[in-house]
């Protein structure tokens, strides 16, 4: 009988649920601490500089910058690339898109 905690196949090179793997966690840690920075960053900017056009052009820089930094991170990620992992630099991508938006528009 097969021990149920050994790899099978190609697809699965550590034992466990994706949420037991260490680059899991690593990858949950590092694309919701990104989008925090980005918030943080544009909030404080709009909070020194309210209503200004400089307040707008944090936001949009910062979204820039921590979108760059969440690809990097993704494809830097270790393969087999779980769900869970690409989940959360995908959802992090969209609040980060979603909250630089408004600082586009107005």
Do not use: C, K
């Not at 097969?2 to 099978?8: F, G, H, I, L, Y």
């Not at 991170?73 to 995908?90: C, E, H, I, T």
């Amino acid at each position: 009988m097969a021990n149920p905690n050994e790899a099978v196949g190609a697809a699965r090179t550590e034992p466990g649920d994706p949420i037991d793997r260490p680059p899991v966690y690593r990858a949950l840690l590092i694309a919701f601490a990104i989008w925090a920075a980005h918030f943080s960053i544009s909030y404080g900017g709009v909070l020194v500089f309210p209503g200004e056009t400089i307040a707008r052009n944090i936001a949009v820089v910062a979204g820039l910058a921590a979108l760059a930094v969440l690809v990097a991170q993704a494809r830097g990620s270790a393969r087999p690339r779980s769900s869970l992992a690409l989940g959360a630099f995908g959802l992090a991508a969209a609040a980060i898109v979603f909250g630089t938006f408004p600082a586009i528009v107005g």
